[in-house]
């Protein structure tokens, strides 16, 4: 807290929902991955953005920010299992392998989710595609088929067949692509009839909200609402009443009325916050195992110290850094993200 006061606006902190208390106490602003990318591209007067997230939201920061600001991610191990389900190259290799099966540019719009290497994005940036969150997955995917007849989502499986479905799409125009086989296991026909190419990635911890928690919960509260991240299964999302992401959860409780009874299937810090912060209504997590994101756990008050220590002795710790041109064409695409909204 002295670190905090005597840094004054030189720094502003940001906390993603899934921080636990004792760093989001801290945190001048809380959000989702949109909001707190938003946050990030307007804080343009203040010098260190202190971003307490993983490594993807940092990266972002970074790009949406001046080159005269710094993005420091406390904890450099604060990554996210599921982005890194989705490597570099992998997915530049299938990018190449799709869109080889054309004779022009266009057929493919590749989207991918804000849960991504910069690397990636900027692979979006330059091939005409965007970035989404949760929170404006449904616009982006209509921004892609204004502009084209097939998109590659990644690397989010559950988001995108989410989505899809939200769309409208049939299931059968979906396919899955494995980055571990030949082709993503799919043969050349199936790529040109497809609509939706999925990635075979997802979140470890919202794909433990199963349908069978939902109906127990229904049975032991009669009237409960049921609300889930869309990264959980598509089976999951379909029982729930309602799914958003994790600003949309938040805003919906604290919205709701006194005595309202509601199951959640997110992460761990946030159904517990929202509790906390609701004692007017019963707010309880759908999963009996409590489950937090490890890696979003991984900034530990120890390590906001630190690099706000470091701030007030001169020195810039665990500063993250796109390089160009990675920057400029994940700026691209994250452009127009905003531009679609959230
Ligand atoms: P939100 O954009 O909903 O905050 O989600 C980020 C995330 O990583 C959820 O697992
Ligand atoms: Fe990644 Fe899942 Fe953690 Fe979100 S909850 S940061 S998707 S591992």
Known sequence: AEAR???GTSVVVLGHH???????KY????????????????????????FCGVHFMAETADILTGREQSVILPNMAAGCSMADMARTD?????????TSLFDGPGEFVPITYMNSTAAIKALCGRNGGIVCTSSNAKQAFEWAYARGRRVLFLPDQHLGRNTG??????????????????????????VRRTRLILWQGHCSVHTRFTVEQISQAREK???????VHPECTME??????????TEFIARTIESAPAGSVWGIGTEINLVNRLAKENPDKTVFCLDPIVCPCATMYRIHPAYLLWVLEGLMAGLIINKISVPEPTRSEALLALERMLEVGG
């Not at 899934?18 to 989001?24: K, L, W």
């Not at 945190?27 to 202190?50: H, N």
């Not at 059968?172 to 050349?188: A, Y």
């Open 5 to 7: 006061a005597a840094l």
């Open 18 to 24: 899934y921080q636990r208390e004792d760093i989001i």
């Open 27 to 50: 945190a001048d602003f809380r959000g989702d991955s949109y909001k707190l990318s938003k946050m990030a591209a307007q804080t343009r007067d203040t010098r260190f953005i202190v």
């Open 90 to 98: 992998d997915a530049q290799d299938c990018w190449d392998q799709i």
């Open 165 to 190: 479905v939200k769309m409208g799409m049939p299931l059968e125009d979906m396919v899955l692509w494995s980055p571990f086989r030949q082709m993503g296991g799919l043969t050349p026909d199936q």
């Open 221 to 227: 509260h009669p009237g409960v609402k049921v609300i």
């Open 236 to 245: 999951a999302v379909n029982a729930a009443d309602m799914n958003g992401s």
